[in-house]
């Protein structure tokens, strides 16, 4: 969603790398997953454990690199960087967890999920346009959606909370 705009924000040399750009958006979320684990087998003295998955998600990457550049170009870099993040994130939770048996609190994270997952596809069903005022309106559009959904959710307890303030002013 924010892609068509990467020439508006990053200058021309950008124009034509919408999906890649879209794809390698994951990497933040799945790099600050990956954290978790990674701290728990620094801070429980297993940096060689912590060593090995750094170690295996370039190797990951250059393997897929090697299968699916030659076809794909650059989304074939773009998905396999991808998966290789993946990768990481999936070894330092799961050698993690084994380590140090952290809760994986699915009940408070499922809620800001899927209202994540219906501001994204909402956004994805809006039309391209470019342009700071299209952007600005696909900025403001996405923020009601998550609203709305973070309400009918009741993510973080918000619901409860707008309530008791409604009732507060009547």
């Known amino acids: 969603f924010v892609a068509p705009f990467a020439p508006l924000l990053l200058a021309g040399a950008y124009a034509g790398t919408r999906n890649e750009l879209l794809m390698l958006s994951a990497l933040p979320t799945l790099l600050a997953f990956s ?47 991808v998966v290789a993040f993946a990768v990481g994130l999936a070894l330092s939770v799961s050698i993690g967890r084994r380590i140090f048996a952290m809760p994986l609190p699915l009940g408070p994270l499922w809620r800001p999920m899927v209202a994540t997952l219906a501001m994204a596809a909402a956004l994805l069903l809006m039309p391209r346009a470019q342009g700071l005022p299209a952007l600005l309106l696909l900025i403001l559009f996405g923020m009601l959606v998550y609203g709305i959904a973070a309400l009918l959710l009741d993510v973080v307890g918000i619901r409860s909370r707008v309530l008791a303030l409604a009732a507060a002013w009547r």
């Open 35 to 81: 954290y978790v684990g990674g701290d728990i087998l620094l801070g429980s003295d297993h940096v060689a454990l912590r060593t090995l998955i750094l170690f295996a998600m370039p190797v990951v990457s250059v393997a897929m690199c090697v299968v699916f550049v030659p076809t794909y170009g650059a989304m074939g870099a773009v998905y396999s960087t």
